[in-house]
């Protein structure tokens, strides 16, 4: 399977791309524009392997974007937010051919794709106004000589169909993305099209979605959870995608109201902003009739999911996945099959282990690293033999998350292995006590990680967020804790925050976190 072929499962007049102002584009439409476009990249004398950066804001046109560019190349969505020597260095370690921004950029994306002389193209005319009225303009010598933009909007809504023969394989690369970089330069990660067509479809799988399914999409598209639970995984099914401008607490559950979705998926951070807005919009939330709310991307604290469950009146689905794995590796099923809280489900379409430090698999309860491998995980990091080395063992991919297996398979993560506090040889597991914290009836949002101590080594320490109304006591938080944790557990110094960093995608970054808060 290839991504061109996962756009042909929807009907031709079904919903595929549903726009904020709620226009429409069908799958068959989808199909003929993505198809379009394609022919417009390749007219360039881009193809196959050639690395097509998008730097772009959220939305349906993103979304043709990233399917076009890799259907006729290699993807290499970026994050619109960085700085002009953040992108440079990411087009440069790519080697990206093109740069696909929206007309009104002249800012970062456009200074930095000139400073590593890439073809400059943007994204014309707006996906919701129907096929034929989205193209792509080019800036270069080796463009058409025709004016593309011109063209772009006569061009029918009946285009030459792109030659399946001459298109990517199931085994080329169809995105390439960066792991976060927290603890080392960041590593390319290779998505071939096997990988993204497969993943699509197991997630669709595992969440039973059919023709009639709707997801909002409010993950950003340079990120593998997005891009995969969000976009590809309706689609793959014949359903729907809303394209949001991206996650907006304050919009939310407005449209949720207009677009009618099923479901969304998101970051545990997000799911708690929705439930700190939720208090005037609780009939809007049951009204939206959600046939689940799905979870990646970091552990969803037990408290967090109790809320959103009964909020929404639906089950809450807690998966895991990595960007090395094309997202999603586990999930908690559906009703009637038995979720389980505080862990992330069991394995979907992939093997999975927790090993020893010398690659032997444990018993059910025993701790060790989650490794994986299968169909959807990648074959190696890009030009990084260290890497490779130290990650895969053995045919496993060790992931660096810390968990178990009970006796029915279920997964249950206790943390990352270079997010666990040594105290002094005590071992300490940010999400217990990130989960404690939330208890507190004064607490929205928490996050624990590691300080410097001269005679430990580390430390405990927890940033909050105060709910709405409440005023939290350091004091009265670590007598709190004391009362469900053992004292080495308890946080030294607990900080009250208006807003806990966050990473790009809007994950909690403990690693640095001392630093950034002036704690080292």
Known sequence: MTLRT?????????????????SVLTHGELRAEVDRLVGWLRSFGLGTGDRIAIVMPNGAEMALA??????????????????????????????AKALITRPDDSGSAAAAGTAVDVLPATLTGSAADGPG???????????????????????????????????????????VLHTSGTTSRPKIVPLRQRHLARSAAGIAGSLALTADDRSLQVMPLFHIHGL????????????SVACTEGFDAFRFFAQLEALRPTYYTAVPTMHQMVIARSSRHRDTARAAGLRFVRSSSASLPEPVLEELGELFGAPVIEAYGMTEATHQ?????????????????VPTGIDLAVLDDRNRPLAPGERGEVSIKGATVIDGYENNPEANAAAFTDGWFRTGDEGYLDDDGYLFLTGRLKEQINRGGEKVSPLEVDEALLRHPAVAQAVTFAVPHDKLGEDVA?????????APDER???????????????????????????????????????????LA
């Open 476 to 518: 009265e938080l670590r007598r709190f804790l004391s009362q469900s944790l053992a004292a080495f557990k308890v946080p030294r110094r607990i900080l009250v925050l208006d807003e806990l960093p966050k990473g790009p995608t809007g994950k909690l970054q403990r690693i640095g976190l001392a630093e950034r808060l002036g």
């Open 228 to 239: 995969l639970a969000g976009l590809l995984a309706p689609l793959s099914a014949g359903g």
């Open 133 to 175: 009225s989205t193209g792509l303009a080019a800036e270069s010598s080796s463009a058409p000589p025709a004016d593309p933009v011109e063209e772009a909007h006569d061009l029918t809504p009946e285009p030459p169909s792109v030659p399946r023969s001459g298109g990517p394989s199931a085994d080329d690369v169809a995105l």
């Open 66 to 95: 990233f399917l076009a560019a890799a259907c006729a190349g290699c993807a290499a969505p970026l994050n619109p937010k960085y700085r002009t020597e953040e992108l440079r260095f990411y087009l440069d370690d790519l080697g």
């Open 6 to 22: 996962l756009l042909d499962t929807g009907a031709s007049r079904d919903p595929a791309i549903i726009a904020p102002d709620g």
């Open 462 to 470: 927890a940033a909050v967020v105060a709910a709405d109304g409440a």
């Open 329 to 345: 590796m586990c999930a908690n099923p559906l009703p009637p099959a038995a979720a389980k809280p505080r862990s992330v489900g």
